[in-house]
């Protein structure tokens, strides 16, 4: 009934006709969800030896869906209201999309060169959840109706709980316990926040007029109640503060395949979400780039500054996801074709980073059983290879040259100095400074695992064997763009550019 | 007027870019892979090559017709300056594919026997491909920066190859002469490449070109205006910097096709292997300098053109002169080179293109036959060196009457040497005339002083058929002189002649030099070469541009063609005749020829030292350069290093002041701050006590901070 209300004119063959014709559009989450019925079928038909097939059926389905949205890239002239205004297809969502599937892809070899990998392959259940978190992620990118974003942000949330307790263990089960629990709590403000919203303009649908006209009657402070409220369940997702608490232990006690997930593609996946919705707010009515800048500068302070007293190398990476998705935020916060552009871009960075960061790590994990910084002393000269990456990905965590996550803050910064330069905004300004003196911090502790390996000699004498010829070829794949973009960033730039923004 | 990046804008795609990647990549290819398969390496890298032939005799069947196709793309941009690279497919550009891949070829060939012993065949093979991928890349690209690129590449090949036996300590002495001396003619290249950047600000010719039309003189000034990305650029240099832009860059082509004064290095290129010195020393890469000239010709200004022309005539002259009293057979046949590089820089000079290039290929073709002719004879000879019998296989006081033990090779040297002599039927007379006549003609336009130019280039005719004719009485006729030379209780192997591998690219390169293949004509301009390949016009501002030789009338080309043709016969004809007399078997020079040391006289001094030109080099620029360098060694080590101590001295006094400063203020500040920052961190990560109910409790509490601070 909520739902037919914005179309009234309507009727209700029409808009199935409607939403059968659309289907076409959806063909990615299709692949998606048709790939997890197989992976279903495939694991009741077979009873032995099913990790070969179920990992075929994985790839396969994760590589036609980015096919698809390759092929799907050059198709899309102007954006597309879908499902009867549930969802919007437009060039950015494509664009996350094909990245959030190559991550995918990344994730998936990740699993395979676990040493856990056993337990990922040894029946659906582990893909199965991984699929619905990953289409959880694509609809996430296209959602513009109050409905679809809860069921989107659930999707992935649900699937992200159990895939967190999946490997039984005290500490497993805690960790997923803690995080359905605190994920109920953020679910349960953004659904009385939406609620609230509903009340004041009578749609779901954030981008229509009916919405714009319906929020400027109400008085502010409700009005900024409701908002903060509804973000606050996206910012849950983003992993940024103050509903970041949960990500540390989450990381620790998680698998590092899906670790590296959850730090990515639900992350870009609730800017995205967070980038229509503010699109949606005039700022003559609230200020809400106070709000996020508030809380960019909290994310980046708290996540920088907790990451420096840190003993396990997963559980840092946890703090400096809490301090990117301050970082991420700045370019919201800078709210112009640049800033999106920008944010795209650190956004399409980050996720390589990160899944280089956790790969590597996954690599030394499996050797000497545990995430600690000791683990990695001396390795330096034991493997230098792999130690050279890891460097290189630290210092393009950092974001310093010559690695492309230098150019990702270079831009998302300058973007935000463009931004402050017109509207003069002062919380602009504060962001940018926070932002340069976060980075200096951030420093410290990403160069302490290249320090631990390069200058600290090992106690043991341990014969390691970490990462074979693949790994170290693999290893080479996920970062070398990082070098490569930062001397040809204008390669994925282009690619952005070509992006319509619907600001 | 005109935007710089519309004219160097990239082209629409075009297959043929595939052909021209494969034609780099396959020598490349050879280049890579040879060191890995060491056994069938030679027939590997042939097999290649062949490939590569076929490709370029396939894209010359296309394009034969076509007037030129040009690809362009963009190399890289820094802010608004594009650079780009790009390749012109013409018909000189594929008429050089075809003569370089095919020599390539068979030089290939030839050095499966001829290097079938030595142990590092394989890596030798492979610089040959190196060197052919580097001659491709300097053909193709239609950019002076790719084409300076590869033009270092090709030198490093060169010098990679001259000294392949660098166990030989004069192998690798001569290896670097060639280096150096090609390093001081590349100076001038990059300066020709600056002056032109500085201009134009593009390195692409079809770029300078255009824009070198568009250029002016204004009141001794050379200003260049155009567009750049929708700015107006306006250069102004002076004018005589259009002159340097061109000397300079004629200066890379003295480097690298041994012109004077750099032409020393090429004598002592021989070191390398024979087949080698076919293809990069004769037939090549020393003529990658006239190609050059070629591709930059329309801009070079009638200064610089005469500068071309009086160092070509020079170079000619002095090179024949010091050809005719070597020993040995690849010395001689390096100063011929020497001397007919000339001739060909020199048509350059008076504005002959077409027929320069004409004779780069003719060249190329006997010369590699020459080459490959006197390399089969060393191979043969070689195979006699025993235990007891030791003898340098390429000093022609052993040889003498090869013709009766080799006659292929000896039919395939004569053909050649007729060719290199410039006698009518070979293909010599006709380049060689054509350059003569034009020669003449451009000589009687500008008068004066320039005749010395035109008794230079007719006397060396009359040199070059005297000591080819020299070295074939000598090489091929009487008696061989081996057998009296060695001890006498050595036995001698009898002399054999080689075997296919080596016969089969001698007489290819035998047939290639008559002169039937260029039209059934005793006039250059009637052959197939001529029609195909047009004199261009010059483009530099008119009051700087030389005349176009065809602007003159048509009538005294005419007028002059018969005298020329039957002087330079004559010429040729009087040398041949004189070297009879003189080394015929039996006559008075060929008979004391093998007792000889040295050349006795002033004029056979002058000669076998090449007019003394190294030992000028050794004793007087050497030196100078040595007691200058000695000069700055000891300012530096006084003056500067004196200077430098006190400096160090003063600074460790203040650092000792600094360190106390920073020991005790910036320290105390920096200690101040990771306390804090310490103490920030525990605080945050203190929210984190593992309760769960905690978490939530710190996040709502947040929220309702936030709320309340934001709202009230």
Known sequence: MILLQSNMTLGLKEQIQGISADIAWLAPEITLVITAVLLLIYDLIFKENKSVGLAAIAFAGMTFTLALLIAGWGNIEEDRILMDGMIRLDGVAIYLKAFFSIGGLIGLVMMLRSKQKEKFFKSSETLLLFFGLVLGTFLMTMVINFLMVYVAIELVSICSYVL????????????????????????????????????????????????????????VFPLSLALIMTIGGFVFKLGAFPFHIWSP?????????????????????????????????????????????????????????????????????????????????????????????????????????????????????????????????????????????????????????????????????????????????????????????????SLFFYLKIPYYMFFKGSEEAVSSVVGNLTDKILGTILVAPLLLLFFKSDWLLNVLNSINFAL | MIDLNDIISTTEFNPLIYWIIALMAIPLLSFFTTTFIKKIAPAWATLLLGVNLLISIYLASQYWDTTGVSIRGNWFSIGDTQLTYSFLIDQLALIMLVVVNFISVLVHFFSMEYMRHDENKSRYFGLLGLFTFSMLGIILFYDLLFIFIFWELVGLSSFLLIGFWFEKKSASLAANKAFIMNRIGDLGFITGLMILYSQFQTFDLEGIKSLTVLSSIEDGNWVAEYFK??????????????????????????????QFPLQVWLPDAMEGPTPVSALIHAATMVAAGVFMIARIFVILDAQALEVVAVVGAITAFMAAVAAFSQFDIKKVLAYSTISQLGYMVLAMGVGAYTAGLFHLVTHAMFKAGLFLSAGTIIHQLHQLEGKDINFDPQDMRVMGGLRKYMPVTFICFLICALALAGLPGFSGFLSKDAI???????????????????????????????????????????????????????????????????????????????????????????????????DPIFLVPESYAAFNLMDLPHEWFENLHFRVATISIGLALSGLVIAYFLFKPGAKYSASFAEKREPI?????????????????????????????????????????????????????????????????????????????GRVGQLTRSVQSGNVQAYIMAALAFLILMLIWLLF
């Open chain 1, 164 to 219: 967190t307790g999946l490997f039984k263990s005290k500490r497993n089960s805690e960790a997923a316990m803690k995080y359905l629990l605190f994920g109920a709590v953020a679910s349960a403000v953004m659904i009385y926040g939406m609620s609230w919203l509903y009340g004041f303009t009578g749609t779901l649908d954030f981008t229509s007029t009916a919405f714009a006209e319906g929020i400027s009657q109400v008085a």
């Open chain 1, 249 to 441: 232990d989450v990381y620790e006690a998680s698998p590092t395949p899906i670790v590296a997930i959850f730090s990515s593609l639900p992350k870009l996946a609730a800017l995205a979400i967070l980038f229509r919705f503010v699109a949606s707010l005039d700022l003559a009515l609230v200020d809400w780039q106070l709000w996020l800048g508030i809380i960019a500068i909290a994310s980046m302070t708290v996540g920088n500054f907790s990451a420096l007293w840190q003993k396990d190398v997963k559980r840092m990476l946890a703090y400096s996801s809490i301090a990117h998705a301050g970082f991420l935020l700045v370019g919201v916060l800078a709210f112009s074709e640049s800033g999106e552009t920008s944010a795209l871009f650190y956004g399409s960075i980050y996720l390589l980073m990160n899944f280089g960061a956790f790969f590597l790590v996954q690599l030394f994990e499996d050797n000497e059983g545990k995430t600690s910084f000791d683990a990695f002393k001396g390795m330096g000269s034991k493997v230098p290879y792999l130690g050279v990456l890891l460097l290189i990905v630290m210092i393009s965590l950092t974001g310093l040259p010559p690695m492309a996550g230098f150019n990702a803050k270079l831009y998302i910064f300058s973007s935000l100095w463009e931004t402050w330069q017109i509207e003069g905004s002062s919380i602009l300004i504060w962001a940018f400074i926070f932002g340069l003196f976060n980075t200096v911090v």
């Open chain 2, 229 to 258: 990305n929708g700015e107006l650029v306006r250069n102004s240099l002076d004018g005589r910097w259009l002159s340097a832009a061109g000397i300079a860059l004629f200066c890379g082509a003295v480097g690298k096709s041994a």
């Open chain 2, 436 to 534: 003569l006549l034009n020669t003449a003609v451009w000589v009687d336009e500008k008068g004066g002083g320039f005749y010395f130019i035109e008794v230079l280039a007719f006397a060396t005719v009359l040199i070059t058929a005297f000591y080819t004719f020299r070295m074939i009485f000598l090489v091929f006729t009487g008696d061989f002189r081996l057998p009296k030379l060695i001890p006498a209780n050595a036995t001698l192997k009898p002399l054999k002649e080689g075997n296919g591998f080596l016969k089969l690219p001698m007489v290819l390169l035998a047939i290639g030099s008559l002169s039937v293949i260029f039209g059934f004509t005793m006039k250059a301009e009637d052959t197939w070469f001529y029609q195909l390949i047009q």
């Open chain 2, 601 to 677: 006289g002033l004029v056979g001094q002058v000669s076998f030292y090449h007019w003394y030109q190294n030992a000028l080099y050794e004793k007087v620029i050497l030196k100078f350069i040595m007691w200058s360098a000695k000069r700055i060694a000891w300012f530096d080590r006084v003056i500067l290093d004196g200077f430098i101590n006190f400096i160090a001295k003063f600074q460790v006094v203040f650092a000792h002041l600094i360190a106390w400063f920073d020991r005790n203020i910036i320290d105390g500040f920096v200690h101040l701050t990771t306390y804090t920052t």
